[in-house]
């Protein structure tokens, strides 16, 4: 059966599955170069293996619950306390558990956005509505934010998948208004390393209702590992903690955390290499006859096909018989089937999505 046979009708609805998309097409992981998971093209930081090292033996014993030195070494990171910090398995166990411990009776989603939000409200039996954002807006807020009568609100900065940034005054505005009419917002900062500055982190104190989700999987390069944090008042932290599995994050995973806060320099160099290859994307992409790539502060890149023949699926399929894979974004609420996602990586392997693309496109 040849290759072009195998590609499968239907991707992942994430970016990022290719033991999936490796297994339907009979090839090994190594082969395939992955745009749909948005990972620091600098891998991870290089004092992990030695943090691995020290912290092996420490596996015959359970993990520490409460990730007291993590907790600590994020406080001192974010300039917070450790009451304000609850440490989980990803971001999105964080996204799960917010969800049933503030037992919100309505919820709202400014859209297009990571779909976890809306199945983890689901799964708490929690109606939803949304805010759909204007592709004019590069598909971020221009006008304030409706809670629509919900008690509980998801956004992201940067947004998500199209990565603008929320003017600082009207994030501070929406944080403001919400705050108090007594509404929860959920700031899911995955992406926001990469512009450190634009974090709400340090208005945290101000709103008692504010949590924000911080990821170490984007930035770090760790997915494999699934650790993430939530910053919030410490009642709120509290009270998500009491109904937090134990045990949820491993003792790998916690000494990982650790070695990744110390390397200033690898972060440095991160955002520095991520901002070159997205200007050396985007430029590329632009240049591609009827590709329309969005503006983005992060490492990856929302792009519109302006192009009847072609559709986000349609070129996906295309591009993995050349074993490349990028997102189809049509599944976010908002987008349709003109819309795709690129991560950003090194300039060797952003020349070769160039140039895949190309032969596909003419």
């Not at 930035?219 to 998500?240: D, K, N, Q, S, T």
Request: hydrophobic share 45%; net charge negative; with cysteine.
């Amino acid at each position: 059966m040849s290759m072009s046979n195998s590609i499968p009708e239907k991707t992942p609805p994430h970016g990022g599955d290719v033991y999936h998309l490796a297994r339907t097409l009979g090839l090994e992981l190594r082969e395939l170069l992955d745009f749909s998971a948005n990972i620091n093209p600098l891998g991870f930081p290089p004092g992990i293996p030695e943090a691995i090292r020290e912290a092996l033996p420490e596996i015959v014993h359970y993990p520490d619950r409460r990730c007291l030195e993590l907790t600590r070494d994020l406080a001192a990171y974010h300039g917070l306390s450790p009451g304000e910090i609850l440490v989980g398995n990803g971001s999105t166990e964080l996204i799960y558990l917010a969800a049933r411990a503030l037992k919100p009776k309505k919820a709202v989603i400014v859209a297009p956005a990571f779909s976890e939000y809306e199945h983890a409200l689901q799964a708490a039996g929690v109606p939803v509505d949304f805010q759909i954002t204007a592709e004019s807006q590069n598909f971020t807020l221009d006008a304030p934010l409706d809670p629509k009568g919900a008690d509980l609100v998801f956004l992201a900065q940067p947004a998500s998948p199209s990565g603008a940034l929320l003017a600082p005054d009207l994030l501070l505005e929406a944080a403001a208004r919400l705050d108090d009419a007594g509404v929860f917002l959920l700031l899911d900062e995955a992406f926001v390393d990469f512009v450190e500055e634009a974090s709400l982190k340090t208005s945290l104190a101000h709103f008692p209702h504010l949590l924000i989700l911080r990821s170490f999987t984007k930035f770090f390069a760790i997915p494999g590992m699934r650790l993430g944090c939530l910053l919030a008042a410490p009642e709120v932290i509290r009270r998500l903690a009491a109904v937090q599995e134990p045990w949820s994050v491993n003792t790998l995973a916690q000494a990982m955390g650790r070695a990744c806060l110390k390397d200033v320099d690898y972060m440095a160099r991160s955002r520095e290499l991520v901002r070159e290859e997205r200007e050396y994307l985007f430029q590329g992409l632009a240049a591609l006859p009827g590709l329309q790539p969005f503006p983005s502060t992060v490492n990856y890149l929302l792009v519109k096909l302006n192009r009847p023949e072609f559709t986000a699926h349609s070129l996906q399929r295309a591009l993995l018989a050349q074993k490349v894979v990028i997102r189809d974004a049509s599944n976010f609420r908002g987008l349709d089937a003109r819309f795709f996602r690129v991560a950003v990586r090194s300039r060797g392997e952003n020349r070769r999505l160039l140039e895949a693309m190309g032969h596909v496109l003419r």
